[in-house]
């Protein structure tokens, strides 16, 4: 683009001069895909709108619906580089990104995209930020870099006007924040396969800026947030960064963020966060203990701190470069155990950590996954839950990665499930836990799917049709290897169904038939057609009847 063609744009009424095109981001942490909305789109609206530019925001699902609307300048953002399993929408593709690439206007790719793929057709490409890069572009620097740290709060500022597009405003929209980006040991290199450390030295938020951003959404009526886009949360404005790999943690300035996070924004209903290191709580175990326990008080339960373990092998850790080790590990979830595991309002624990693994690290043997299942039995025996373990192969785009024990691999992950997942479930969540707000997502056959909204939410299935798109409660039946099953609550008995009745556990379809003829008023009468005592309390765990007893 010449440096002043943007200046020129003719105005048509099919056209805005910006279109900018959320493929959906899933990287190590940023999370973009519904119902996220991750920071690049709300910049790059930022960047428009401060160039007195007009604008549209499309996700990639309108865009499959409803095709491309036109624009000047069009402006894709998007790419995976830890895939997942989606129920909110699905990610773009390459091949669709090299489609929009041949609709007119001029175009611009960002993202992992275009850091890693080999996407074709675009006239630019940005690796680093496409903000900055279209923001250079428009006085013809056209310069791939990082934001600074002004434009960042600038742009984000500006570009809060783009919630009102998002088909999921404002509710369950959630909004993905970061107090930093960047690893604070950036200068030993970080972990062998993150990229994080390419941001360089980590470059902190003030409060002010954080709390002014999200004020910003909260008044549109935005009422649930992630602040989950930095490497630890707790390393926020830290102490020693630069000179120590485990900086010292200071929960006086993440009191200030918090509270002034609950005192301009009062009412939210959704507030998470994502990555802690835990070699800085067992490093720190005092001042650790501080900032859990005001996450606890200034969040709201279901929250999640994943910590980044990858390996229990003592060698792939070291030629690999991680932050942390098992017995770091195991001190860290000990600590937010004590902490966080109390049972919030919403049916969740307050406060848990998740542990990731990766396979296809440098020096792994056959051994490692023996040593990684054993760390997890461990946690188990003492007692410790885990919100969430997740496992993936490491995607790299060098040589120096490969899953070499592919078999090994698989049934470390089937052995994890089975053994270790579904009985910390059924222990965090026992039958007849009550989960409150489960949003309805999908239909599969008979069975409605939904989750609550939040970091790293369970997938909740309901054996019989519910309302898309709408809360519930639900109370649990069954568990699954990471996921629950249940029924709606309350169940009233004068009008419940019978497909919704057998479902109740200690029913079945015999009790369920005998119920649904005679619909009993009361506990008494239910007394009379439940000869079995055991299956009684149970179903009353589930059933709405009175006590006249």
Known sequence: ??????????????????????????????????????????????????????????????????????????LVHGGVTVPGKYLGGTPMTAEEAESIAEEPGETFLGGPFARYESVDGYEHYATKDLAAYFYDSLYGKEKDRWADPQEMEDWLKFGHKVVERHPLYPDPLLIEMSAYRGCPRYFTGGCSFCSEPDYGEPRFREQEDIIEEMELLYEKGVRNFRLGGQSCTLSYKSKCIGRKEVPVPRPDEIKILFKGIYERCPELNVFHLDNANPAVIAKYPKKSQDIL??????????????????????????????????????????????????RGSNGMPKLLPGINFLG?????????????????????????????????????????????????????????????????LKKMLPEATLLKDVYMEKMDGKTTFGRQIGTYPLLVGVNYPLELHSYYDIKVTDHGYRSITGVHSPLHIEDIAFKELKEVPGIGKKRAASIFRERPKSISELEELIDDGEALERILNFLDLKDDG
């Open 293 to 342: 326990q005001t996450i606890v008080e200034y969040t709201t339960p279901g929250n999640v701190l994943a910590f980044g373990l990858e390996s229990a092998d003592e060698r792939v850790i070291e030629e690999n470069n991680l932050n942390s080790g098992p017995s770091e590990v195991k001190k860290a979830v000990r600590l937010m155990n004590k902490v966080g595991r109390e």
């Open 360 to 424: 296809g690290l440098k020096g792994e043997t056959k051994e490692t996954y023996h040593k990684n299942l054993q760390f997890l039995k461990e946690l188990v025996a003492e007692d410790l839950l885990l919100r969430r373990i997740n496992i993936r192969q490491v995607l790299s785009h060098t040589e120096d990665f490969e899953l070499r024990y592919k078999r090994k691999f698989k049934r470390f992950k089937e052995k994890v499930r089975k053994e270790i997942d579904r009985p910390l």
């Open 1 to 74: 683009m010449g440096k002043e063609k943007w200046r020129k744009i003719v105005k048509r009424r099919e056209k805005v001069d910006v279109l900018v095109v959320d493929g959906y981001i899933d990287e190590p942490s940023l999370l973009g895909v519904p119902p996220y909305l991750s920071p690049e789109p709300r910049m790059l609206v930022g960047v428009a709108r401060e160039a007195n530019l007009t604008w549209e925001y499309i996700t990639v699902d309108e865009y499959r619906k409803n095709g491309l609307p036109l624009g000047d300048i069009v």
